[in-house]
Every structure is written in C-alpha cells, then in structure tokens.
C-alpha cells in the first residue's frame, strides 16, 4: 500500500423509512455525491428489494453493523451479495473468528471485481468510558477503540468506521492502510444536530479520512444537491 493520502469521498446517508423520499434523494444526489449510504432504519422498513430499487447503478454503503456467530454472518454475507454493496459494515467486537468468516464468505461470494470492502464498527460513539465499563470493558473508549482497530485488520477487514477525532490515533497506530470512514461531519456554519463532536469535511480530510458520510447537512438543505456539491469543493480545495 502506498503512503500517498488517498483523496477524501464523499458518502451520503439517506436516513428515512419512505422510499419515495430516499428514491428522491437519490435521484437528485446522483453526480453530487461518490456514494449512498442505506441502513438499518430504511432497511427494516422498506426491505431489501427498496434497498436495490433507491441504489439503483450508484455505489452502495450498506450499513448494517452485522454481529452474530462466525456462520450466521457469513451467510449473511452471502446473502447480501445480490446487493452489491461497495462497502459493508459489522462490529470488531464480534471477535477475529467472526471477521475472518465474513472475509472468507466475501471473498467467495462476490466476484474479485465487485467485491465489497468490510469495515468494523469499533466502539460505537454513544458509548463513553462508564457506558463501556457497564458492559465489562475496562481501560476506556480510546483504548479499545485502537485494540479493536488492530483485531479488526488482522482479521483482513478492509478498513474502519470511526469518528473524526480517532481518525488521527488510528492513523497513527495502524497507518494508511485501512480504509477509514467517518460520519459526524459538519460544514462550517451548519446546524449540528444531535452530533457533538464533529469535524468540517476539510479537518475530516487533513486528518485522514477516505470517505466522509454526510445526511442531514445534506438531506435537509433547500438544495441537497447544491449542498452536497459545496461539501465535495471543500473536499477538494
Ligand atoms: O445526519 P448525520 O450527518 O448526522 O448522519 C450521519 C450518519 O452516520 C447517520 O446515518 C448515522 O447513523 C451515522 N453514524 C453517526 N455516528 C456514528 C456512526 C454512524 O452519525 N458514530
């Protein structure tokens, strides 16, 4: 892997559970945006065949933060694979067994060309060091955050979902190898929403991220495609 910073993309989230606004968001993001991003709440109310319809030819975040035993995430895998997801998520803290047989059932599933890159949620960011103490973890967020980024590559993820402010530590610790995804991105001047600590695109981008993902700065304006256009100028200025 190279050492030149890769150049930062643009991910949008269309969080809704109304497939005519995310087909409309969709429809009127395509050009603006390098990729959509889908979860769990448009997902479980709309189902999959709506996943397909509002992604239609444009790439495809499928955020679903899988986590189950080892076989049944592997099949899950397989089972996404009519998708065609770009990038797919599931948690580190599902172990290295769980990781290596979704990278195995990925690898098997997905033509090399179409293969999808598996990012691992670490810590997720709602959790601070007394929440993760409640579940066992001792040490604090950051700590486990940087333990669970290393498992997470040595059980041949392609990269990381984490927030902006680890995205300089994990840079740090794992390098420029992992693909690094970042949500909790504000552009200067915009409501911030329920999002505390965030970065602007630009501190995102000098602090290492590969893709920003962006929903309501974008979802929300007057205009999501002169928004989304303003956000990808900043991004490459
Ligand atoms: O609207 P907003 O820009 O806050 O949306 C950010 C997206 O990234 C949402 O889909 C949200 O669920 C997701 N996300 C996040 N913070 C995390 C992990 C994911 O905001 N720590």
Redesign the pocket.
């Known amino acids: 892997m190279s050492d030149t910073p890769r150049p930062t993309k643009l991910i949008v989230?269309l969080?809704t559970q109304d497939t005519a606004q995310a087909r409309q968001w969709a429809t009127g993001l395509a050009g603006h945006v390098d990729m959509i991003?889908l979860?769990l709440e448009f997902a479980y109310a709309a189902g999959f065949d709506a996943v397909s319809d509002v992604a239609g030819t444009q790439p495809l975040f499928l955020?679903l933060k899988l986590h189950d035993i080892p076989n049944t995430v592997a099949s899950a895998v397989r089972s996404l694979s009519r998708l065609r997801p770009r990038l797919l998520t599931l948690h580190a803290s599902g172990g290295r067994a769980m990781m290596q047989a979704a990278r195995a059932a990925c690898d098997e599933a997905f033509p090399a060309d179409a293969r999808p890159q598996l990012l691992a949620v670490t810590v997720?960011?709602s959790l601070d060091d007394a929440g993760l103490a409640e579940t066992g973890v001792q040490g604090g967020a950051r700590d486990q955050v940087l333990r669970l980024g290393a498992l997470a590559m040595d059980s041949g993820m392609d990269g990381l979902?984490c927030?902006a402010h680890e995205l300089a530590p994990l840079r740090q610790e794992l390098g420029r190898a992992p693909v690094l995804v970042t949500?909790?991105?504000r552009p200067a001047g915009s409501d911030q929403?329920d999002?505390k600590r965030i970065m602007t695109p630009a501190q995102a981008r000098d602090a290492g991220a590969d893709w920003i993902?962006?929903?309501?700065?974008i979802t929300r304006a007057a205009d999501p495609a002169a928004a989304a256009a303003a956000i990808a100028a900043e991004l490459a200025g």
């Open positions: 989230a969080d991003k979860g955020d997720l960011t979902v927030s949500p909790g991105i929403g999002q993902v962006v929903g309501r700065p």
